[in-house]
């Protein structure tokens, strides 16, 4: 069973960065991707960044575009999300998850999020 654990949230001023981990175990051998998404307080989820096990592959949400970066090893045991410039409006919890399928050939972000972890806390205040 998969097992996924999301750290290295906190508190950072606006134009500040923090990087989240990931830790993933017991991938199933066909999950296409590990993908971060998060909810802020009221809000829906919202898929934030995707890489994929094959190629490595990464797409973005619009609202984190040359903001936010995402790596992982090449088995996608431990995945990055390097977030610069951070924003008010970035405050949520951030969840890595796997996303099971490549739902979409046309979406610019094709990514789902079947099975997730704890999630971490990202603030950005002043």
């Known amino acids: 069973e998969v097992q996924l654990q999301a750290s290295g949230g906190g508190l950072v001023q606006p134009g500040g960065s923090l990087r989240l981990s990931c830790a993933a175990s017991?991938?199933?051998?066909?999950?296409?991707?590990i993908v971060w998404f998060r909810q802020a307080p009221g809000k829906g989820r919202e898929g934030v960044a995707c890489?994929?096990?094959?190629?490595?592959?990464?797409y973005y949400a619009d609202s984190v575009k040359g903001r936010f970066t995402i790596s992982g090893d090449s088995a996608l045991n431990l995945v990055y999300l390097q977030m610069n410039s951070l924003k008010p409006e970035d405050t949520a919890v951030y969840y890595c998850a796997t996303s099971r399928y490549k739902y979409s050939d046309y979406d610019p972000f094709p990514c789902g999020w079947d099975v997730w972890g704890q999630g971490t806390l990202v603030t950005v205040s002043s």
């Open positions: 890489i994929s096990r094959w190629g490595g592959r990464t």
């Open positions: 017991d991938l199933a051998s066909n999950d296409y991707a």
